[in-house]
């Protein structure tokens, strides 16, 4: 029998961190009998979200009958989205992965005040133009059908085909806050392994900051009127890696006094009564599956969250848009040049 532990995320839990430590601690772990998988990419394996998007998937069910073959003791998976899937694609997982086999679904709890702004900046990194404050009004304003805030939406499908036992969830503030490392906390709770080595691993994925992903979003959207059209994600993504790495000549002395002038602050209440019902509700449905270390009757302790950022009347300033237009046509040269030379003569 094997013993499937699968790394469900979410973004924004350190996922990219123990993701590159699964893959150069590969040879250690194969060691103890763990299989970290390379057929659906070298750390993360998002190839494997996509496959199980189409059903039937014979390319998917080769893999996995391959997987079977090796006779792992345990295999570990690890991709973010894998809670976003939908049912159908959970059940034909459940298939893929067969009678007579367990597995174990890790997921990460993180704070409200602290994700959803995180998994704002990812969303206009990929070139959604969205205002903090509209971003957070989708997402609040009704939280319990609300994916991103609610995550026992996604918990359901798999504690369906998989049982609520299956089940681990990981209290990311309370690791966070005991200076625990996220991958020896993995390794100890999940893998057995008490003692793994210590990496020293540059951060990876680390979010823009107030004024910079502020002049990422405004460059998004000039961009988005420019085409008529949602931009494509790599291509997004592009204009905001080349801005990190322009920035310090393309925004001008006027752009960045705009920029600080309209920094200012708005709070997510965590204890307001929507949340507050929420999070009872989630801790008596998945609170069994806490690890420690944990709070006794939370997730993660709710606090009122100041979240700083960049008022939209910035652009208003004068020359500033024009200054603005000038960077994203200054990017939109750049990433385009870049991509013809990417795809050689």
């Not at 570990?76 to 009678?99: H, K, M, N, R, W």
């Not at 019902?277 to 690890?291: I, N, P, Y």
Request: aromatic residues 10%; charged residues 20%.
């Amino acid at each position: 029998m094997t013993q499937f532990i699968v790394h469900v995320g979410p973004h924004k839990t350190g996922s990219t961190y123990l993701q590159e430590c699964f893959a150069h601690l590969r040879p250690q772990l194969a060691e103890r009998g763990i299989h970290f998988p390379t057929a659906w990419g070298h750390a993360a394996h998002h190839a494997l979200t996509d496959g199980l998007r189409t059903i039937p998937n014979p390319r998917l069910e080769a893999e996995f009958a391959a997987l079977h073959a090796g006779r792992h003791a345990t295999v570990l998976i690890s991709v973010e989205g894998l809670t976003g899937l939908p049912d159908a694609s959970v059940a034909y997982f459940q298939s893929l992965i067969g009678a007579g086999h367990s597995l174990r679904c890790i997921f990460y709890a993180r704070a409200w005040g602290d994700i959803l702004p995180s998994h704002w900046k990812e969303s206009v990194k990929g070139g959604d133009s969205m205002t903090l404050p509209e971003y957070l009004f989708r997402r609040l304003h009704n939280p319990v059908v609300s994916f991103f805030v609610n995550f026992g939406v996604g918990l359901r499908i798999w504690a369906k085909y998989f049982g609520a036992e299956a089940i681990s969830i990981v209290a990311y503030n309370q690791v966070v806050a005991l200076k625990l490392d996220l991958f020896a906390h993995f390794a100890e709770r999940f893998l057995g392994w008490r003692d793994p080595p210590k990496l020293e691993l540059a951060a990876s994925n680390v979010s823009p900051g107030t004024t910079d992903i502020e002049a990422i979003r405004a460059v998004a959207a000039l961009e988005r009127l420019r085409s008529g059209r949602v931009l494509p994600h790599a291509y997004a993504g592009a204009l905001a890696t080349q801005f990190m790495r322009r920035k310090a000549e393309l925004v001008t002395p006027p752009v960045a006094a705009a920029l600080a002038q309209h920094t200012t602050r708005l709070f997510i209440n965590e204890g307001m009564p929507a949340l507050t019902a929420l999070h009872k509700d989630l801790m008596a449905e998945f609170g069994k599956g806490l690890v420690p270390p944990r709070l006794p009757n939370y997730f993660f302790r709710p606090r009122r969250a100041e979240i700083p950022y960049v008022h939209s009347d910035w652009l208003l300033e004068a020359g500033v848009l024009d200054a603005v237009r000038a960077i994203q046509q200054t990017l939109r040269g750049e990433v385009e040049a870049d991509g013809r030379r990417a795809d050689g003569p």
